[in-house]
């Protein structure tokens, strides 16, 4: 890796001290912000305000690029697919998915992930390492790049490949990058981070920042969830939920929203459903259904349309609020749980 400074790894404060030390003057950090988060600029040379001598010792010493962007698939649904390359060389993805109102930028936490569910094409993977800061925040200044300033990026999830919560002092500085003030200036809420339920983090990434969390749920009983998220048998939907019912940051002004794979008879049944409020009841909380998007390295399937609307419905009529999540990107390989390094050739198509 460079052992030059990298300049997406520092907070604003941070900057601001290391430009000091080098005996610069405080200002400079802001206009280096202004150039790199605002302006989307990553090379020194195209800072006009900055003195020759400091464009200079920026190229010299320091990285702007951690990333580099090897292709991007565009979905017939206009989702975008980026494949990005680490300076080490390792790939990661990210993912823009345009919606009515909103662009949301899926962004990538490790190279791989530990964790191994069953149904998750990046567990498939194995892990290999962390993402830097600077790794996490170039996802955003690509995804920006590449869309510009008439389509912006209005959300984030930390949904891509990796658990967040397995890197959570990267995570946190990052998020710190996307809400300051001088870089990009992002609402908190407007940022949500997905766990599978790390849960001694969740309390400690609540009070960091006031992002959105998520919780991936998909089970209703400790044997099911056993087998799809290996880290249930450590710990339990009692020991989660626990966690989750006595975080005082969850409220019904900042619900937890619950991810809900539907995989065909593992986990689709009306008594799943039936379950659910009440395993739930006493967390402010929303459900987002998502049907199984299938992939070559995971058995499970969609159920059928009527076993989803019948799985929602019970919902509803439990007073639930639910949403059906439409599938983006699948044709591409960039739906949920498809994120592996794989080419779309290669990739199970469906529309
Ligand atoms: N590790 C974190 C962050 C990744 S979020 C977490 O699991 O929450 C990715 C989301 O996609 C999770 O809700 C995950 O459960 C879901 N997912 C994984 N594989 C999927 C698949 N094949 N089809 C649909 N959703 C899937």
Not at 78 to 88: E, I, P, V
Not at 294 to 311: G, L, N, S
């Amino acid at each position: 890796m460079s052992e030059r400074t990298s300049f997406k790894d520092l907070s604003p404060d941070e900057l601001r001290e290391r430009l000091e030390a080098q005996g610069h003057e405080r200002f400079r950090a802001d206009q280096l912000l202004a150039w790199v988060y605002r302006r989307g600029v990553a090379e020194p040379e195209a800072m006009t305000d900055l003195s020759k001598a400091l464009r200079e010792e920026l190229c010299a010493e320091w990285n702007f690029r951690p990333l580099s962007c090897e292709r991007i698939d565009v979905s017939k649904d206009g989702t975008r697919k980026f494949s990005l390359r680490t300076n080490d060389g390792a790939l990661i993805e990210s993912v823009v998915i345009p919606e009515a109102r909103r662009n949301t930028l899926c962004v990538s936490t490790q190279v791989g992930c530990a964790l191994a569910c069953s149904f998750c094409a990046t567990g498939a993977m194995g892990f290999d390492r962390n993402l830097q800061a600077s790794e996490i925040v170039d996802q955003l200044c690509i995804a920006r790049e590449v869309l510009g300033a008439d389509d912006p990026i209005t959300n984030i999830v930390f949904m891509g490949m990796g658990e967040p919560l397995m890197n959570l002092p990267n995570v946190l500085r990052a998020i710190e990058i996307f809400i300051a003030p001088k870089a990009f200036a992002m609402a908190p809420r407007r940022i949500t981070v997905s766990t599978v339920g790390v849960i001694s983090r969740i309390g400690p990434l609540l009070e960091a920042a006031p992002v959105n969390l998520a919780v991936s749920l998909h089970a209703t009983t400790n044997a099911v969830r056993d087998e799809l998220v290996p880290l249930n048998r450590s710990v339990p939907l009692e020991s989660l939920l626990g966690t989750l019912r006595s975080e005082p940051r969850i409220t019904p002004r900042r619900p937890v929203f619950f991810e809900y794979t539907l995989m065909a008879g593992v986990n689709d049944s009306p008594e799943d459903a039936g379950r659910l409020p009440n395993l739930l009841r006493g967390i402010p909380c929303r459900i987002n259904v998502i049907p199984m998007n299938p992939h070559p390295d995971a058995p499970q399937r969609a159920p059928e349309k009527a076993v989803v609307d019948r799985f929602t419905q019970v919902l509803h009529e439990a007073g639930m609020i639910v949403t059906l999540r439409r599938s983006r990107g699948s044709d591409i390989a960039a739906a949920c749980g498809q994120l592996a390094r794989r080419a779309p050739r290669e990739a199970t198509t469906q529309s």
